[in-house]
């Protein structure tokens, strides 16, 4: 009887380990997986994928399960999520045109190949946010301060994309870029923010005054014009009117040599008493008789005149 007793007990407690054991094992053969989750698979350092959503199967002891969720994964750029402080070592870029300038991003991914995710690259996540920071001063480097605080972002954000979904490809991490987005973008102190404001207001009084101009020549110049060909009309005139007189006074010429050309003398008398006249108008003519007694005073005009009879 004592030796029943004791063969109990050991028994008991054989079929109690043989119990952990099996459980051990039933546990080590099973796993589970969910929606938007994979399971790596690693046999003697060979792994394989498994997709498939539910309950399955490996050998235990042998086969070593990594899941790895397939979900749409984010990081920040520039700040911190739970605080939401600035983080100025990422954040601090200057831009094409020398201003500085605080830019936060949050950047989107997700894992496309799990076995490339797990074996490819040590922490491949962190290096996707060192390729996004390089990318992003790049990028911001080539716009303006204003495009980059206003009107730029759009097209920011899609040149990042293009040149971080080039690089993935290239590098085959199993990850993909999903999206980047700019969150914030401001000058980095009050000072700055403020000095940005007065550019901003230059700018809006530079258009001001250049849509008022614009106002100011649409109203003038059709007057300008106007005048330009009134102007033109009154030159073109004098010319006319110049010309005329000149060929007048060519025609009178050519007619005074054809008749000096006849009688040389009488022409040059005719011409000094009509000079004379022109220019002397009043003067008297004293005719001398050579002796020096004076005998008559006529007036040019008379004389000439009987020149001109004779």
Do not use: C, W
């Not at 009084?205 to 003038?220: F, L, V």
């Amino acid at each position: 009887m004592e030796k029943k007793k004791s063969f109990l007990p050991k028994a008991m407690g054989t079929i109690l380990v043989l119990l952990v054991v099996a459980g051990l094992v039933l546990t080590q053969s099973m796993y589970s997986i969910n929606e938007q989750e994979e399971a790596v698979v690693t046999t003697f350092g060979t792994a394989t994928t498994v997709s498939q959503p539910g309950l399955h199967f490996k050998l235990p002891f042998v086969q070593q399960v990594t899941k790895v969720s397939t979900v749409i994964n984010g990081f920040p750029i520039g700040y911190d999520m739970n605080t939401e402080q600035s983080i100025e070592s990422e954040s601090l870029m200057i831009t094409s045109d020398y201003n500085f300038v605080n830019v936060d991003f949050f950047v989107e991914y997700q894992v496309s190949d799990p076995v490339k995710f797990l074996y490819a690259s040590e922490d491949p996540v962190n290096i996707l946010k060192t390729l996004a920071q390089s990318y992003i001063r790049d990028t911001i480097g080539l716009y303006p301060v204003d495009s980059v605080i206003t009107t730029g972002k759009n097209e920011i954000q899609a040149e990042i994309k293009e040149k971080l979904v080039t690089r993935l490809e290239q590098e085959d991490l199993g990850l993909h870029s999903v999206n980047i987005t700019i969150q914030d973008a401001e000058p980095p102190t009050q000072q700055v923010l403020e000095a940005f404001k007065n550019v901003e207001t230059a700018k809006q009084s530079k258009e001001t005054a250049i849509n008022n101009a614009n106002k100011y020549k649409s109203e003038q110049l059709p007057a300008a014009e106007a005048k330009v060909d009134q102007i033109l009309q009154q030159a073109e005139a004098v010319k006319e009117a110049r010309i005329n007189e000149a060929e007048g006074q060519v025609a009178r010429f050519n007619a005074m040599y054809e008749e000096y050309l006849k009688n040389p003398l009488i022409t040059k008398q005719r011409m000094f008493y009509e000079t004379m006249e022109e220019l002397l108008p009043n003067m008297k003519v004293i005719i001398d008789d050579g002796s020096g007694n004076t005998t008559k005073f006529l007036p040019l005009e008379p004389v000439t005149g009987t020149e001109g009879g004779n």
